[in-house]
């Protein structure tokens, strides 16, 4: 199983000295976090799956264009047209609140009603397009600091790929991404489409693309990710 998601592995394997080894020792089929002993312990219809990904546009199409099950939760969160937009689809206000207030009372991972749509008996039904919080997240980290500091920049440098690759994507099918809200055009009435033509003119890019679109933010946040994936080693 790839450790990031299989669109970012011949971008990441361009950028990068070699490539991403995963955390061993988080192990979500047997989640540690569930065991007894823990600080705080996830409860196990949770784990750490207590979280709502915002999804960028043209991983909506991929989870979409894939079918299954991971579509189906993908397209439940489109027909509930809550914080979606031609850029992706995002966290709605009332379970950002709600999140916001387990983390400061019992605590991420306790609360089952905060549960991932995608969470689908104990696995995630659209793990091959997580997003950028969801690939980086561990709860253990086999080089200590070191590792949780190489997650995190990688986790920033994604964040402002998926920004950027998602406005320019949706720039490339005629809508101004600048525009508030932004338009569906000629989508309207069929979002789902949208969201796979932006996947598609996604899938398509060399990383020597991906980089020009991202610019000085990319690069700089790519700088850091070197820097740490180095002293991860």
Not at 140 to 154: I, K, P, S, T, Y
Request: hydrophobic residues 40%; glycine residues 10%.
């Amino acid at each position: 199983m790839s450790t990031v998601p299989s669109l970012y592995v011949p971008w990441l394997e361009a950028a990068l000295p070699g490539p991403i080894r995963g955390e061993p020792e988080a192990t979500c089929d047997a989640c540690p976090m569930c065991a007894a002993g823990q600080p705080w312990r996830f409860t196990v219809d949770v784990k750490c799956c207590g979280y709502l990904p915002s999804l960028p546009n043209y991983l909506v199409g991929r989870a979409l264009r894939d079918g299954g099950p991971g579509a189906a939760t993908v397209r439940a969160r489109i027909d509930g047209k809550v914080a979606v937009s031609p850029l992706g689809v995002g966290c709605p206000p009332d379970y950002a609140a709600a999140w916001k207030t387990v983390e400061r009372t019992t605590g991420f991972g306790t609360d089952p009603t905060l549960v991932c749509p995608h969470f689908d008996r104990g696995r995630c039904a659209i793990w091959a397009h997580r997003e950028a919080v969801c690939t980086t997240w561990f709860c253990r980290f086999d080089r200590g600091d070191a590792g949780e500091a190489f997650w995190l920049a990688l986790r920033s440098m994604l964040q402002t790929l998926e920004q950027g690759l998602s406005r320019w994507a949706v720039g490339e099918l005629g809508i101004d991404p600048g525009r508030r809200p932004v338009s569906w055009g000629r989508w309207a009435d069929d979002r789902e489409a949208l969201f796979v033509a932006t996947a598609e003119r996604v899938e398509a890019l060399r990383w020597d693309e991906v980089r020009a679109i991202g610019g000085f933010e990319l690069r700089v946040k790519l700088r850091e990710v070197k820097r740490a994936f180095v002293a991860r080693a």
